[in-house]
C-alpha cells in the first residue's frame, strides 16, 4: 500500500498571505488528522477529519481551517500567515473507525517558513 | 489539560546495551498508548503500540504499560546506532486525538 503523501514538501511565504496544503491519505484509510510541529511546542494536534466532517479539533485559531473530500483527501487552509506559523505540518492517516484505539500513520511533512 | 510527559535527554546508551525510554501521563483514563521513532528532519514513524497492562514485544523493542501508576516505557535491547532517534510517546485521552511528548533523544554511541 501507499502511504501518505503530502504536498508541496517545501513552501516559502510572506506574513499575511494564505497557504494551502493537501495530504492523500492510505488507500482506504478514512481519518487525516494534522499537527504542526515546533522545536518548542512539539507536536500539537489542529484537527482531525472523517468521512468529510470534522471530528476533533485541537486549541489553533480560527485562521486555521481545513476540509476532507469524497475521497478522504484533506486540505488544511492557513490565512493570514505570521512568523510563528513557521512550522513542520504533518498529516496522519488512520481507519478511523475506533477512535480510541486509532492508530496513526505519518506522511512525510509540508515544511512552512515564513518570512 | 492532558499532559504527557518524558524526559528530554540526550539519553545516551553504548551500543548494544539495553536503552529504556520513559512517559508518564496526566488521565487515568487513557487508553491507547503509541511509541513512535523520529529521525532528524523526518516524520514520525510508528514503532508499536500498547493497550492493556503488561509488556509487549515486537523484535528488539519492548512496550511496558503500567495503568496504575500512568505510566509507559519503550526498551530498546542491543541498541544500534541506526536507533539514534527522536522517541515520541503519545496517548489518546477517551475519543480526543493522541497528544504527543515532546520527545526524548537517544544516542546510541559506537
Known amino acids: 500500500k501507499a502511504g501518505v503523501t503530502q504536498t508541496p514538501r517545501y513552501l516559502i511565504k510572506t506574513r499575511g498571505q494564505q497557504v494551502t496544503l493537501s495530504c492523500s491519505p492510505i488507500?482506504?484509510?478514512?481519518?487525516v488528522s494534522w499537527y504542526q510541529q515546533t522545536p518548542g511546542q512539539g507536536l500539537q494536534f489542529l484537527f482531525e477529519?472523517?468521512?468529510?466532517?470534522?471530528?476533533n479539533k485541537g486549541n489553533f485559531p480560527g485562521r486555521f481551517s481545513g476540509r476532507q473530500f469524497s475521497n478522504s483527501r484533506s486540505e488544511m487552509n492557513v490565512s493570514t500567515l505570521e512568523l510563528g506559523d513557521s512550522a513542520l505540518y504533518l498529516c496522519?492517516?488512520?481507519?478511523?473507525?475506533?477512535?480510541?484505539?486509532?492508530?496513526?500513520?505519518f506522511g512525510p511533512g509540508t515544511r512552512l517558513t515564513v518570512l | 489539560q492532558k499532559e504527557v510527559e518524558q524526559n528530554s535527554g540526550p539519553l545516551s546508551v553504548p551500543e548494544g546495551a539495553i536503552a529504556s525510554l520513559n512517559c508518564t501521563y496526566s488521565?487515568?483514563?487513557?487508553?491507547?498508548f503509541f511509541w513512535y521513532r523520529q529521525y532528524s528532519g523526518k516524520s514520525p514513524e510508528l514503532i508499536m503500540f500498547?493497550?492493556?497492562?503488561g509488556d509487549k514485544e515486537d523484535g528488539r523493542f519492548t512496550a511496558q504499560l503500567n495503568k496504575a501508576s500512568q505510566y509507559v516505557s519503550l526498551l530498546i535491547r542491543d541498541s544500534q546506532p541506526s536507533d539514534s532517534a527522536t522517541y515520541l510517546c503519545?496517548?489518546?485521552?477517551?475519543?480526543?486525538?493522541?497528544?504527543f511528548g515532546t520527545g526524548t533523544r537517544l544516542t546510541i554511541i559506537p
Open positions: 496522519a492517516s488512520s481507519p478511523g473507525l475506533k477512535v480510541d484505539t486509532d492508530t496513526q500513520y
Open positions: 488507500s482506504g484509510h478514512r481519518s
Open positions: 477529519y472523517f468521512s468529510e466532517t470534522q471530528r
Open positions: 488521565d487515568r483514563g487513557s487508553q491507547s
Open positions: 500498547i493497550y492493556s497492562n
Open positions: 503519545a496517548v489518546t485521552f477517551g475519543n480526543e486525538k493522541l497528544t
